[in-house]
């Protein structure tokens, strides 16, 4: 998700009731639930750095810990105290373990078993910025400070929000099964259809709109192409509407295109891949070979010779 969803969710966790642990409870569960988006740091090594090692080790199980401490020891030189560090360490962890799951609910997906595997997990249930969220996290923000307000005009004792954060909190969970339960029924309505005379190879349904939870995006595998749609699961679904991408045959020139560092990277990410080999004008004979993956706009690929021969790579968003 993105960092305001983090930051709102860190503060909505301490005002929750997670500030009795700690007095800088806000600053350890804000800080800590952004914690693993250090990895923004690659950004100064180029774009395909970035890429690669985003939402990677920093947001491990391994890491979690570490990232957990250093947010604990950077509250403490900030406070220039220690005093109950112990309580701040719980409450970082919670913080960190709030950023991996939220991210775990969408498309783009987290690796969590790094160093041990690159495996990728998503839910692709949510939207990396979802406005429903946004909207309830951010009432649970104002409404207090709003609150306070018009207590200090009538004399009145305010609020301490944690109502509302509490609120926020538990329509995060419900919501996010609702959505749960929504996709579930996308993908077994991909599943059910015959598309060009067969059955599908694999299917998958991914958050299109940012108010919508009905309207997806389909994505059905088929040997020799690939089809996307628009899904509105309150509209009768039509398989023969999609979009059709023919999968080039394998070769030399692919296979080339394959053992460079750009291509390997984005496959690595890839789940649904779309390949696409055209002439290129330098040298005389040669093949520019892409890869995408249609979910984001990230493309790799490669300038192979007329003998296969790998000519440049690349990477670019």
Same mark, same amino acid.
């Given at each position: 998700?993105? !960092? ?14 997670? !500030? ?10 804000? $800080?800590?639930? !952004? ?47 220690? =005093? ?5 360490? %719980? ?51 104002? %409404?207090? $400070? ?38 579930? =029924?996308?993908?077994?309505? $991909? !599943?059910? =259809? ?56 394998? %070769? ?14 984005? $496959? ?16 005389? %004979? ?32």
């Amino acid at each position: 998700m993105d !960092n305001i969803t983090h930051s709102l969710t860190g503060l909505a966790l301490s005002r929750a009731g997670l !500030n009795r642990w700690y007095s800088h409870s806000a600053l350890v569960l804000v $800080l800590s639930a !952004n914690a693993p988006d250090i990895d923004i740091l690659m950004a100064f090594r180029g774009s395909l750095p970035y890429f690669e090692h985003h939402r990677g080790l920093s947001h491990s199980l391994v890491m979690a810990p570490v990232l957990a401490l250093l947010v604990v020891l950077l509250v403490c030189a900030l406070t220039r105290s220690m =005093r109950g560090w112990k309580a701040a360490y %719980g409450l970082a962890i919670i913080g960190v373990a709030s950023h991996l799951l939220l991210d775990w609910t969408n498309a783009y997906g987290v690796r969590f078993l790094l160093p041990f595997s690159s495996e990728w997990f998503r839910l692709d249930m949510n939207n990396i910025i979802d406005l429903w969220i946004w909207g309830v996290l951010l009432v649970a923000t104002v %409404g207090p $400070l709003l609150g306070r307000l018009v207590s200090s005009e009538i004399g009145g004792k305010p609020g301490s929000g944690r109502g509302l954060a509490i609120f926020a909190l538990s329509f995060l969970l419900i919501y996010d099964f609702g959505r749960y339960m929504i996709h579930q =029924r996308a993908l077994v309505m $991909l !599943n059910s =259809r015959v598309y060009q005379g067969g059955a599908p190879l694999r299917v998958a349904a991914f958050p299109t709109s940012l108010t919508n939870p009905f309207q997806w995006t389909g994505w059905v595998d088929r040997p020799t192409f690939a089809m996307r749609f628009s899904v509105d699961l309150l509209s009768d679904f039509d398989p023969g509407t999609g979009t059709i991408f023919f999968k080039p045959e394998p %070769g030399p020139a692919m296979d080339a295109a394959r053992q460079t560092h750009p291509v390997q990277v984005l $496959l690595d990410f890839a789940h649904f891949p779309l390949w696409r080999i055209t002439p290129a004008s330098d040298p005389e %004979g040669a093949h520019r070979v892409e890869v995408r993956d249609w979910r984001f706009p990230f493309t790799a690929g490669a300038i192979v010779d007329s003998s296969n021969r790998v000519v440049s790579s690349y990477f670019h968003f």
